[in-house]
């Protein structure tokens, strides 16, 4: 059984942080790439930030000098913090894993709410 855990989400001011983080199980995850997704009500899910199996970082250009991804093998999790947080920023934020050599292996998480207000 594989699964993917977030958590760290909650109600956040303008101009804060939230650290979201997730849990891996049932998979090996240092062959996997790892990304952060989020889905604003309304809206259509999108890529926020991609980590690699090499460690190899992506984001994109809303997240870029703000948010950071980062990853820890031993630990089998993916971080994602995110500072300088903006109402657009609301979403719920979902973790991936995906199998590079074998894309029939990608898994998602459940999400985690984040909400920027006042």
């Known amino acids: 059984q594989v699964q993917l855990v977030e958590s760290g989400g909650g109600l956040v001011q303008p101009g804060g942080s939230l650290r979201l983080s997730c849990a891996a199980s049932?998979?090996?995850?240092?062959?996997?790439?790892m990304g952060w997704y989020r889905q604003p009500p309304g809206m259509s899910r999108e890529l926020v930030a991609h980590i690699s199996s090499g460690g190899t970082t992506t984001y994109a250009d809303s997240a870029k000098g703000r948010f950071t991804i980062s990853r820890d093998n031993a630990k089998k999790m993916v971080y994602l913090q995110m500072n300088s947080l903006k109402p657009e920023d609301t979403a719920v934020y979902y973790c991936h894993a995906i199998f590079i050599r074998d894309h029939s292996q990608n898994y998602w998480g459940q999400g985690t709410q984040v909400t920027v207000s006042v």
């Open positions: 049932g998979i090996i995850f240092s062959v996997y790439s």
